[in-house]
């Protein structure tokens, strides 16, 4: 099947710094991603909706400012978390959408962020 | 909305058992339906993906089952083992296609040697 890579796949950073998660389509392109976070003892929540040469859509709730999301190219989305604090500590996950099956969605192995 | 809900929260149970996980979704126009497995604080592997044509994947230990009319998947695992202890989480894709996948909470599997 198709492969999403996603790095790092954990990171520790300091208060007030920026941490950049990139999400690849290795053998496909993605015209859609999507982005995941994952609160402790919750299910992955969809963060925001990323395209390929557009602005992201984020769900309700979400700080686009804080969680900047860049789809530049049709293999390539990257998530920044801008000014992290402690309580953005978190798994993120992506999932990619294309390639020659619209019926599923594949993913990425996640990063485990965690601000100190 | 698409909501999915999976049971047990939690499993705790000695080595050897055979024992089921469930999943329930509330949209049954569904493409597929996909079981992963998450170790504490890692990522997600993906362990089954069921097609909605299909009723069962095999993998080694692991079966899943999908029941689309009653919106529900099982996960099935045999002769569990302690390496068998993690998250277990049912993912089910937007009924539009690849769009947004919605996540169970997960079942916390612990075997006990």
């Known amino acids: 099947g198709a492969v999403v890579s996603q790095h790092p796949s954990w990171v520790i950073c300091k208060s007030g710094t920026s941490v950049k998660i990139e999400c690849r389509s290795l053998d496909f392109q993605a015209t859609t991603m999507f982005w995941y976070r994952q609160f402790p003892k919750q299910s992955l929540m969809l963060m925001a909706t990323s395209n390929e040469g557009s602005k992201a859509t984020y769900e309700q709730g979400v700080e686009k400012d804080k969680f900047l999301i860049n789809h530049a190219s049709l293999t390539l989305s990257t998530l920044t978390v801008t000014s992290a604090h402690p309580e953005d500590s978190s798994f993120y996950i992506c999932t990619a959408a294309g390639g020659q099956s619209n019926t599923e969605a594949f993913f990425g192995q996640g990063t485990r962020l965690t601000v100190v | ?113």
């Open chain 2, 1 to 113: 909305k698409q909501e999915v809900t999976q049971i047990p929260a939690a499993l705790s149970v000695p080595e050897g058992e055979n024992l089921v996980l469930n999943c329930s979704f509330t949209d049954s126009a569904i493409y597929n339906l996909q079981w992963f497995r998450q170790d504490p604080g890692k990522g997600l592997t993906s362990l089954l993906l069921i097609q909605s044509s299909q009723r069962e994947q095999t993998s080694g230990r692991l079966n899943a089952s999908l029941d689309k009319s009653s919106g529900r998947s099982t996960l099935y695992i045999a002769a569990s083992q302690p390496g068998d202890s993690a998250t277990y989480l049912c993912a089910v894709p937007g009924s539009g296609g690849y769009q947004k996948v919605t996540f169970g909470i997960g079942t916390k599997l612990q075997v006990i040697p």
